[in-house]
Nanobody, 119 residues
Framework: QVQLVESGGGLVQPGGSLRLSCAAS????????MAWYRQTPGKQRDLVAT???????NYADSVKGRFTISRDNAKNTVYLQMSSLKPEDTAVYYC?????????????WGQGTQVTVSS
């Protein structure tokens, strides 16, 4: 089992910045992709950004150039630096990791952290 603990959410004004963190613990051996998703009430959970163990990144078009995903493999932690925030970035942000173990892939979610962009 992998436990994920997110932190760093909060209220920020439009144009501001926030940094989210997600620390993995427990069975962290063989964690591969780490990612951030976000969800607003009544809508599906959407991918924001992913990063592989080797550092390859991918972003949703809506956040390209404003958000940066990074990870520290030694600390089993993934970060999301969010800049130039817009009201439409308001959502609950979820951390996700996948792990290969015993011949199978497993996915794990964090509990979510609220980000509110408002003046």
């Amino acid at each position: 089992q992998v436990q994920l603990v997110e932190s760093g959410g909060g209220l920020v004004q439009p144009g501001g910045s926030l940094r989210l963190s997600c620390a993995a613990s427990g069975g962290t051996f063989n964690i591969n992709t780490m990612a951030w998703y976000r969800q607003t009430p009544g809508k599906q959970r959407d991918l924001v950004a992913t990063i592989t163990r080797g550092g390859n990144t991918n972003y949703a078009d809506s956040v390209k150039g404003r958000f940066t995903i990074s990870r520290d493999n030694a600390k089993n932690t993934v970060y999301l630096q969010m800049s130039s925030l817009k009201p439409e970035d308001t959502a609950v942000y979820y951390c996700f990791v996948d792990r290969y173990f015993g011949g199978k892939w497993y996915g794990y979610w964090g509990q979510g952290t609220q980000v509110t962009v408002s003046s």
